[in-house]
C-alpha cells in the first residue's frame, strides 16, 4: 500500500507520496499543455516548452504526466528532448485508452493492439525500455469493457514493459473491481475546486458522479489520487469566486490556492498542473507552501 512520506517545504505534509517502489513529490507536471493549440502539433515556440520542463525539474519536481496522443507524440518528444539522459529520481507517467483523429476529436482506444500500440509510442518516443506508471483510461462511449483491457495491460506489465498500474476516469465501483484483480497506484479523475461541469466534462467519464467516493476509497487504501484540470483549465477563479478573497489574504493568485486547496484536501492528492509558461510553472510550485485554516479549507470546498 502507498504511504505518505516526507513533508519538508509543504505546508500541509506530506511532501512525497509512494507510487508503488517509486517515491515523488506531491505536485508533478502535467504535459498536456506543451503541445500546440487544442493539444495538436507542435507548439509555436518549442524551445520554450522545453525550458519549462528542464525549470520543472531544476525546482524539484520528479513526477510527469503524458501521453502519447499528447500532441500526438508531440509531448513525448518535448519531454525526450528536454530531459533525456533522464535523472535517476524521474518518474514518467503516461496513460493508453485514447487516441486523436485526424479531425482532433479524443476517441477511445481500448482494444488490446490498440492499448499495445499505445504502449509502443510511449516506449519508443520517450526512449525507455519500461513505463514507470500507466493509467488506463476508461471512456464511456468505449465498446471493449474495462477488464478486457485490463487484462492486455497486465500481460504488457508481465512482458516487463510496463511496471506500475493505474486508473483514469473510473467510478468507486470500477476502482474496486479491478483491485480484486491487481494492484494500483494511482486514480487520475477530474477533481478541484470548481468541480466537474461544464465544458470539462467532456474529458471526464460521464458515470463519475461522485468523485469523492472515489477519492475516500484511495485514501484508505493508501492510492494516489491525481486530478487532472485541477486550475478548471485556467478559469478557476470565475468558477469558484470565494478563491479571490482567501487569495489577497495569503498574497496569492486564486490559482495557487486552488492547488494548496488540494494538498490539503487528502494527503494522497497529487496534482499535476499543466502549463507552457515558465511563471505560471514556478507560481504552481509556489502554491505548495501556502498554509490554509481548516475554516479556509472548507470554505473553498463548500
Same mark, same amino acid.
Request: proline share 8%; hydrophobic share 45%.
Given at each position: 500500500?502507498?504511504?505518505?512520506?516526507?513533508?519538508?517545504?509543504?505546508?500541509?505534509? =506530506? +511532501?512525497?507520496?509512494?507510487?508503488?517502489?517509486?517515491?515523488?513529490?506531491?505536485?508533478?507536471?502535467?504535459?498536456?499543455?506543451?503541445?500546440?493549440?487544442?493539444?495538436?502539433?507542435? $507548439?509555436?515556440? =518549442?524551445?520554450?516548452?522545453? /525550458?519549462?520542463?528542464?525549470? /520543472?525539474?531544476?525546482?524539484?519536481?520528479? %513526477? !510527469?504526466?503524458?501521453?502519447?496522443?499528447?500532441?500526438?507524440? @508531440?509531448?513525448?518528444?518535448?519531454?525526450?528532448?528536454?530531459?533525456? #539522459?533522464?535523472?535517476?529520481?524521474?518518474?514518467?507517467?503516461?496513460?493508453?485508452?485514447?487516441?486523436?483523429?485526424?479531425?482532433?476529436?479524443?476517441?477511445?482506444?481500448?482494444? $488490446?493492439?490498440?492499448?499495445?500500440?499505445? /504502449?509502443?509510442?510511449?516506449?519508443?518516443?520517450?526512449?525507455?525500455?519500461?513505463?514507470? @506508471? &500507466?493509467?488506463?483510461?476508461?471512456?464511456?462511449?468505449?465498446?471493449? =469493457?474495462?477488464?478486457?483491457?485490463?487484462?492486455?495491460?497486465?500481460?504488457? *506489465? +508481465?512482458?516487463?514493459?510496463?511496471?506500475?498500474?493505474?486508473?483514469?476516469?473510473?467510478?468507486?465501483?470500477?476502482?474496486?473491481?479491478?483491485?480484486?484483480?491487481?494492484? !494500483? @497506484?494511482? &486514480? *487520475?479523475?477530474?477533481?478541484?475546486?470548481?468541480?466537474?461541469?461544464?465544458?470539462?466534462?467532456?474529458?471526464?467519464?460521464?458515470?463519475?458522479? +461522485? =468523485?469523492?467516493? &472515489?477519492?475516500?476509497?484511495?485514501?484508505?487504501?493508501?492510492?494516489?489520487?491525481?486530478? %487532472?484540470?485541477?486550475?478548471?483549465?485556467?478559469?478557476?477563479?470565475? *468558477?469558484? $469566486?470565494?478563491?479571490?478573497?482567501?487569495?489577497?489574504?495569503?498574497?496569492?493568485?486564486?490559482?495557487?490556492i486552488a492547488l494548496a486547496w488540494l494538498l490539503a484536501?487528502?494527503? @494522497?492528492?497529487? #496534482?499535476? #498542473?499543466?502549463t507552457s509558461s515558465l511563471a505560471h510553472l514556478e507560481?504552481?510550485?509556489?502554491?505548495?507552501?501556502?498554509?490554509?485554516?481548516?475554516?479556509?479549507?472548507? /470554505?473553498?470546498?463548500?
Amino acid at each position: 500500500m502507498n504511504q505518505p512520506a516526507r513533508s519538508e517545504g509543504y505546508a500541509h505534509a =506530506p +511532501a512525497t507520496i509512494r507510487l508503488g517502489d517509486l517515491e515523488v513529490q506531491r505536485l508533478g507536471y502535467g504535459a498536456m499543455r506543451l503541445p500546440g493549440k487544442d493539444v495538436w502539433g507542435d $507548439p509555436d515556440d =518549442p524551445e520554450r516548452a522545453r /525550458a519549462v520542463l528542464r525549470r /520543472a525539474v531544476d525546482l524539484g519536481i520528479n %513526477f !510527469i504526466d503524458t501521453a502519447w496522443f499528447y500532441g500526438p507524440l @508531440v509531448a513525448n518528444r518535448l519531454i525526450f528532448e528536454a530531459l533525456h #539522459p533522464y535523472p535517476r529520481d524521474l518518474v514518467i507517467a503516461t496513460k493508453l485508452g485514447n487516441k486523436r483523429l485526424p479531425d482532433k476529436r479524443w476517441v477511445p482506444a481500448a482494444r $488490446p493492439e490498440e492499448l499495445r500500440h499505445g /504502449a509502443e509510442e510511449d516506449l519508443r518516443t520517450l526512449h525507455l525500455e519500461r513505463l514507470d @506508471v &500507466v493509467h488506463l483510461r476508461f471512456s464511456p462511449g468505449s465498446e471493449v =469493457p474495462l477488464m478486457e483491457s485490463l487484462d492486455a495491460l497486465l500481460a504488457m *506489465q +508481465a512482458e516487463g514493459k510496463i511496471r506500475h498500474l493505474a486508473l483514469s476516469c473510473v467510478d468507486a465501483r470500477q476502482l474496486e473491481a479491478v483491485l480484486a484483480r491487481t494492484p !494500483i @497506484v494511482a &486514480v *487520475q479523475n477530474m477533481f478541484g475546486v470548481a468541480g466537474t461541469g461544464g465544458m470539462l466534462a467532456k474529458f471526464a467519464n460521464a458515470e463519475v458522479e +461522485a =468523485p469523492e467516493a &472515489v477519492l475516500d476509497l484511495c485514501s484508505a487504501r493508501g492510492i494516489a489520487y491525481l486530478p %487532472f484540470f485541477p486550475l478548471a483549465a485556467g478559469n478557476v477563479s470565475e *468558477q469558484k $469566486p470565494a478563491l479571490a478573497a482567501i487569495a489577497d489574504r495569503h498574497g496569492a493568485s486564486p490559482s495557487q490556492i486552488a492547488l494548496a486547496w488540494l494538498l490539503a484536501r487528502s494527503p @494522497v492528492i497529487l #496534482p499535476i #498542473p499543466g502549463t507552457s509558461s515558465l511563471a505560471h510553472l514556478e507560481e504552481n510550485w509556489e502554491a505548495r507552501r501556502i498554509a490554509l485554516s481548516p475554516e479556509e479549507v472548507a /470554505a473553498i470546498g463548500a
